[in-house]
């Protein structure tokens, strides 16, 4: 399964009209959870944000 696949197993989908090119979800507290392909080959940028779209953590990543 590729890690796609897996965020779509997961609930996630993909959103290009209210964010940049995002994998996302909402938990049931509110908060979103968003996964973006990087720039390099398997980088991937993970952001957990309020509803009002205040960041709370934000982490860059690589599949290996």
């Known amino acids: 399964m ?3 696949e897996g965020l779509i197993a997961s609930g996630y989908e993909f959103n290009d009209e ?8 909402t938990d049931s ?3 979103y959870h ?4 990087g720039e390099d ?4 940028n993970y952001v957990k944000m309020t509803e ?3 960041v709370i953590e934000e982490k860059t990543f690589a599949l290996d």
């Open 2 to 4: 590729t890690f796609t």
């Open 41 to 44: 080959d398997n980088e991937w």
């Open 52 to 54: 009002d779209f205040d």
């Open 18 to 25: 209210d964010f940049d090119c995002a994998w996302v979800k």
């Open 34 to 37: 968003l996964y973006q392909e």
């Open 29 to 31: 507290e509110g908060f």
